[in-house]
């Protein structure tokens, strides 16, 4: 039995890790990057210690502690969904969407981790599981990736036995039929390919591209051909654009009213969530039961370590997106991350929580917030 452990401690943890891309850097269709930052977030209570992450700047730390960590000391550690209104509540003024909701995410997905690891199961079986997998899918592929590794890296997971693959466009439009055209050779035809402009492209533009990479590279997967905020945009290519190719987007929904204006809009076909962004285990919860009212499937954007546990959870689940920067990221802070076999992630049996240990003695040079813990 659990107890009444309560939450004693809270900490946080920041760190900045640079990119293995040309020359340091790494694009897509709207963004270049040069590094990728882990906020991180320990709960303890009871004698154990959760642990909980976003991918965010290193202020959410700042944030965190300043906002949410008296929110959750003295909490049940038994009901970790209790504590999710009164952090929303506490950044009322800070602003709940954008940061505050990556603040809400790590915190949270902690707090169901300690929780988990009380009751002494894996965290995906402290849920409403109804999935023991997730299907995945390769992601990288960047604008700035020269073909030899742009090639590599799709058909490598396509050998490793992932069936879809995805890359990056439409940061320089004339080079992208070659890069599609290499990429299609490299993986064969019977995988899926799929693209991301992060929406880069105008409505007109984005329409025209739809039907180029369907007929001529067979690409199943549209995702953010305009920009998330254009609704109206995205009904456009779900209405006009060949069938057979879905049109996504939700990466950047941060709260309920996001996820439903993409879905009352018809703006896609499949919706997508990413649980260290949309407030957490608790916020995606509810994403999970919206997608499931309009008849919608949800896929993961990135965050394997905890998406693989929190999607088992999502009754209609697509697949999750096995995101090459935070894949990286991951198995450098973390023993116990998790390794594709068969095109799926299978959150493991014998280890409590999200069953990762944090690797303090790798992480510490890329350390910019907090001290170093004991």
């Not at 950047?252 to 990413?274: E, I």
């Not at 649980?275 to 285990?281: A, E, H, K, L, Y």
Request: proline share 5%.
């Amino acid at each position: 039995m659990m107890g009444a452990a309560v939450v004693d401690e809270v900490r946080t943890h920041a760190f900045t890790v640079p990119t293995d891309g040309p020359d340091g850097v790494e694009s897509d269709g709207t963004l270049e990057w040069d590094s990728t930052t882990m906020v991180l977030v320990e709960v303890s209570g009871g004698g154990r210690t959760g642990i909980g992450y976003t991918y965010a700047d290193a202020s959410v730390a700042t944030l965190i502690d300043s906002k949410l960590a008296g929110v959750v000391r003295g909490a049940d550690a038994a009901t970790p969904a209790a504590c999710w209104r009164p952090m929303l509540a506490a950044l009322r003024n800070a602003g709940q969407p954008g940061a505050g909701a990556m603040a809400v995410a790590a915190v949270d997905i902690a707090l169901w981790d300690l929780h988990a690891r009380l009751l002494g199961v894996p965290l995906y079986r402290a849920l409403p599981a109804c999935h023991e997998h997730v299907p995945v899918y390769g992601s990288g592929g960047f604008t700035n990736y020269p073909l030899d590794r742009l090639t590599e890296q799709l058909a490598g997971w396509v050998d490793s036995g992932i069936p879809r693959v995805k890359m990056k466009t439409s940061r320089d439009p004339d080079a992208d039929p070659r890069r599609l055209s290499a990429a299609r050779k490299a993986i064969g035809d019977d995988a899926d390919l799929f693209v991301d402009t992060n929406g880069a492209l105008g409505r007109k533009e984005a329409l025209s591209w739809a039907w180029r990479f369907h007929d001529e590279w067979g690409v199943t997967w549209f995702e953010e051909p305009v920009t998330s905020q254009d609704l109206d945009g995205l009904r456009l290519l779900r209405d006009r654009g060949p069938s057979g190719m879905d049109i996504a987007a939700g990466e950047y929904a941060f709260g309920l009213d996001d996820f439903a204006g993409l879905l009352r809009a018809g703006a896609v076909d499949c919706l997508q969530a990413d649980v260290t962004r949309c407030g957490g285990i608790t916020g995606l919860l509810q994403a999970a039961g919206l997608a499931a009212a309009w008849r919608v499937d949800l896929s993961a954007h990135c965050a394997p370590a905890v998406s693989a546990h929190a999607f088992c959870a999502v009754p209609r689940l697509r697949h999750l997106e096995y995101f090459h920067d935070h894949v990286r990221v991951e198995r450098l802070a973390f023993a116990g991350t998790l390794d594709p076999a068969g095109g799926v992630l299978r959150p493991a049996t014998d280890r409590p929580g999200l069953g990762l240990d944090v690797r303090w003695s790798d992480l510490q040079p890329y350390r910019v917030h907090a001290t170093r813990r004991d």
